[in-house]
């Protein structure tokens, strides 16, 4: 059973950086495609960023292109979201997710395990 825990959220200036981090447990990240999905309060749940099992196909979010970058470190069982040039509506908690029967994944029904999320919250 793969557990996954973020880590790497907090309270950030606009225009500030973050790293968020997925430590993977109980599996080889290696063998999963990974996504980043965030919910901002009083709104639904977005995907922001989505990466392959083998890491090579990455997408994202309009919103979030050019300022996010997402990947994968199998030796450190680690996913990461690079983000940078953060805004106020960046806000939000961020889930990261595995899925395990897709090579790629971008849809939040196709993941069946998911962290427990970490707050990232970009105000001034």
């Known amino acids: 059973q793969l557990q996954l825990v973020e880590s790497g959220g907090g309270l950030v200036q606009p225009g500030g950086s973050l790293r968020l981090s997925c430590a993977a447990s109980g599996g080889a990240l290696e063998d999963y495609a990974i996504g980043w999905f965030r919910q901002a309060p009083g709104k639904k749940r977005e995907g922001v960023s989505f990466i392959g099992k083998s890491g090579y196909k990455t997408d994202y979010a309009d919103s979030v292109k050019g300022r996010f970058t997402i990947s994968k470190d199998n030796a450190k069982n680690t996913a990461f979201l690079q983000m940078s040039s953060l805004k106020p509506e960046d806000t939000g908690v961020y889930y990261c997710?595995?899925?395990?029967?897709?090579?790629?994944?971008?849809?939040?029904?196709?993941?069946?395990?998911w962290g427990q999320g970490t707050q990232v919250t970009v105000s001034s």
């Open positions: 997710a595995g899925s395990r029967r897709y090579i790629y994944a971008s849809e939040a029904r196709h993941f069946e395990y």
